[in-house]
């Protein structure tokens, strides 16, 4: 791992997600931080071919909203079939 940058991030968090999160963290002697940086490198992974589209944005070739429709889809497709993988989730109709 590189350099590091200190951020502040200011999150609403379920309250008692946080309380759950903050026992296991402490049971792993974890801190936040490295969850938050292992969350965030693992959404970037995941949106990574969607990239390109976000620096059309930037230079003003593409329209904001087209590319941030395309990558909710994306992840919400990528999240969702890994979740329906993991948990073997079949479709009414298929078998």
Known sequence: ???TTKARLNLTIDPD???D???VFTAMDMNMSSFVELSLSKFLETVRPLMPLL???ERGEREPA???AAMRIWLAHSVG???SERHQV???GQT
């Open 55 to 57: 620096e059309e944005v």
């Open 90 to 92: 079949v479709e009414a």
């Open 81 to 83: 079939q890994e979740l």
């Open 17 to 19: 997600i946080y309380r």
């Open 1 to 3: 791992m590189g350099k």
């Open 21 to 23: 999160s903050r026992r």
């Open 66 to 68: 087209d590319v941030k």
